[in-house]
């Protein structure tokens, strides 16, 4: 069956310009993760969205930076006026819901602010 | 505050050799510890899970351990191959679902 997806794969911007990732979890997966992944450093939470539930929003570095979620399906991140310091792998995950520890990830999205 | 970190940050060995990657965590109380794989392009994959109350856990030539009083983790690989080559991480997760991660081990198998 299809996987976690990400898209874009690629993505470079000029500082200041807004970018909008996109991740589509595996289908019935209740739980979703966004993470970012700066070069040689581990993965950092960003935010948390579990069914119809508030979002854990707690990671989110700025207020430049927020995400969406559509039901339980589709999810974007757009990170407002890019800085040069967004520059990252960003990553989405989606899990079977609560109780489930294992987590499914995408391929990712490598933005890149000039 | 939980800190996780992996020792060496990059690994070379000739294949067929043994191998160990560490992992070590600051706070003990941790409700499971992770084993994740990362190849470029394609994102991460779970290896094992070893839940709080457990020792080590097994899959194939992996086997990983848990030492929770002393905050450390070790990854054995047995006998590597080529296709092993690519960045082990490893994550505890705390009583909520977030998970503090390492910075990766890079492991290069040379043929």
């Known amino acids: 069956g299809a996987g976690v997806s990400q898209s874009p794969s690629n993505k470079v911007t000029e500082k200041g310009k807004d970018v909008e990732l996109r991740c589509d979890p595996i289908s019935g997966h209740t739980a979703l993760y966004w993470y970012r992944q700066r070069l040689g450093q581990g993965l950092e939470f960003l935010i948390y969205?579990?069914?119809?539930?508030?979002?854990?929003k707690s990671g989110l570095p700025s207020d430049r930076f927020s995400a969406e979620r559509t039901g339980e399906s589709v999810s974007t991140l757009t990170i407002q006026r890019t800085q040069q310091e967004d520059s990252a792998v960003y990553l989405c995950?989606?899990?079977?819901?609560?109780?489930?520890?294992?987590?499914?990830f995408g391929p990712g999205t490598r933005l890149t602010v000039l | 505050k939980q800190e996780v970190t992996q020792i060496p940050a990059a690994l070379s060995v000739p294949e067929g050799e043994n191998l160990v990657l560490n992992c070590s965590f600051t706070?003990?109380?941790?409700?499971?510890l992770q084993w994740f794989r990362q190849d470029p392009g394609k994102g991460l994959t779970s290896l094992l899970l070893?839940?709080?109350s457990q020792r080590e856990q097994t899959s194939g030539r992996l086997n990983a351990s848990l030492d929770k009083s002393s905050g450390r983790s070790t990854l054995y690989i047995a006998a590597s191959q080529p296709g092993d080559s690519a960045t082990y991480l490893c994550?505890?997760?705390?009583?909520?679902?977030?998970?503090?991660w390492g910075a990766g081990t890079k492991l290069i198998i040379k043929p």
């Open positions: 070893i839940q709080s």
């Open positions: 995950a989606s899990s079977p819901g609560t109780g489930s520890d294992t987590q499914y």
């Open positions: 706070d003990s109380a941790i409700y499971n």
């Open positions: 994550a505890v997760r705390r009583s909520n679902y977030q998970l503090i």
């Open positions: 969205f579990q069914g119809n539930s508030a979002p854990d």
